[in-house]
């Protein structure tokens, strides 16, 4: 199989979706793996390090698109490389489907298929790809929040961890899941008073008992949202239904109630955000403030910290890279139901419930047979 990484190029992002580790295990096995000409840079990953194992490293985006049968990213394909999907490929990668009708559509019409990093899962029903840069987003989420409260930020000028005689600062993580919990753990332990809000008291009573005296849990309503963002200096949006858009928990007239300079890191916002009043923000241009309240939306929080990002991404995707190049994905697919709900689109289909019901489009159950051809295969080689 023909394997192809173009170099992300979405704003301010530093990760590449192969290691060097990855070319010698895929070429090791008789694949093919093109590398676009410095994709590895950001994290620092110099050309010859792929080509020593095995790579074929290849100038033009376009070419990749055109010869790989198995496009391995990281980001979701940007508007100009929509064109360069073809019929038959298949992109594994994070899409975010819901919270980009665009997109959507572009992939739709291309009749290639999607299987989004974000919906995977493993025997367990957890969303293995996900989880890495969930670890990586929640905990740099405390850091930036912490930046960002500084007063020429735009912040209240309050320091996260207090000094004695002062009292260190509030912080309300909503949803106690990987984003979630990385947050509290930081933000507790540098001092911070946490209250970490979640639906599911299963997970609250865990993190209830790892947790220490500093962090408290509550049941996730519409009450007690209001309060914990009223009394928080700093707010974590970190709540994830699978597949879909994110809920807003916070509406634009909450904000009205916060204490003025307190900041919002909205990590949720790569699902559409969590709080009413969120929109995209990139690493180079953070934040914007709304009544008041700094928002810091960045769709793409580890792309800022490429090496480690990068190292801990692969970690997790390399080994379905290999079994789909080995065995072919439908066959994977249909053999683990995990990998069949990351298939988010199948050649013209939808075939997640979530992203369906957010577009009002047809929804079809995945099953490993190929929809009827409606283009021409892609051509290899
Ligand atoms: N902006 C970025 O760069 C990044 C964003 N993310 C995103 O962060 C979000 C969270 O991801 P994870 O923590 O891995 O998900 P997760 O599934 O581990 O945790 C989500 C939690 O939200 C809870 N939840 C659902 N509805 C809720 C409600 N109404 N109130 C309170 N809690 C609620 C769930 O019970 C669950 O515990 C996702 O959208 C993910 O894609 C992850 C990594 C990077
Ligand atoms: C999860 C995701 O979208 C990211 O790491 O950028």
Known sequence: MIVGVPKEIKADEYRVAMLPVGVEELTGAGHSVLIEAGAGLGSGIADAQYESAGASIVRAPAEIWSKAELIVKVKEPLPTEWPHIRPGQVLFTYFHFAADEALTRAVLASDATAIAYETLRDARGGLPLLTPMSEVAGRMSIQEGAKFLERPQEGRGILLSGVPGVAPADVAVLGGGVVGSNAAKVAAGMGANVTILDVNLDRLRYLDDISPPNVTTLYSDRHTIREAIERADLVIGAVLIIG?????????????????????VDVAIDQGGCVETSRPTTHHS???????????????????????????????????????????WRSVASRDPGVAEGVNIDQGRVTNRAVARTFDLPYEEWTDRPPAATSAPIVTG
Request: hydrophobic share 40%; with cysteine; aromatic share 8%.
């Open 244 to 264: 879909a858009r994110a809920p807003r928990l916070v509406r634009r007239d909450d904000l009205r109630r916060m204490k003025p300079g307190a900041v919002i």
């Open 286 to 328: 953070p934040t914007y403030v709304i009544d008041g309240i700094v928002h810091y939306c960045v769709t793409n929080m580890p792309g800022a910290v490429g090496r480690t990002s990068t190292y801990a991404l692969c970690n997790v995707t390399l080994p379905y890279v290999l079994q789909f190049a080995e065995h072919g």
